[in-house]
Nanobody
Framework: QVQLVESGGGLVQPGGSLRLSCAASGSRFSISLMGWYRQAPGKQRELVAYITRDGRTNYADFVKGRFTISRENAKNMVYLQMNSLKSEDTAVYSC?????????WGQGTQVTVSS
């Protein structure tokens, strides 16, 4: 089992920045993919970005140029730097890890963009 713990969410004004962190522990296998998803009230969960173990990244169109995903393999950490935040970015952001053929999820951290 892989445990994922997110941190860094909060309230920010439009145009502001936040950095989310996710710490993974308990993995028996290397974690090949790590990513961030989000779910806004009344909407389905959607992919924000993911990163492979060797650093290849993929972003949803709605965050390209604003968000940056990164990871530290030695620490089993993944980060999401979010800049130029918009009100529509308000959601619960969850960390995801793919390891040993299974998907694992964190509990999520709330990001609220509001003036």
């Amino acid at each position: 089992q892989v445990q994922l713990v997110e941190s860094g969410g909060g309230l920010v004004q439009p145009g502001g920045s936040l950095r989310l962190s996710c710490a993974a522990s308990g993995s028996r296998f290397s974690i090949s993919l790590m990513g961030w998803y989000r779910q806004a009230p009344g909407k389905q969960r959607e992919l924000v970005a993911y990163i492979t173990r060797d650093g290849r990244t993929n972003y949803a169109d709605f965050v390209k140029g604003r968000f940056t995903i990164s990871r530290e393999n030695a620490k089993n950490m993944v980060y999401l730097q979010m800049n130029s935040l918009k009100s529509e970015d308000t959601a619960v952001y969850s960390c995801n890890a793919y390891s040993g053929g299974l998907d694992f999820w964190g509990q999520g951290t709330q990001v609220t963009v509001s003036s």
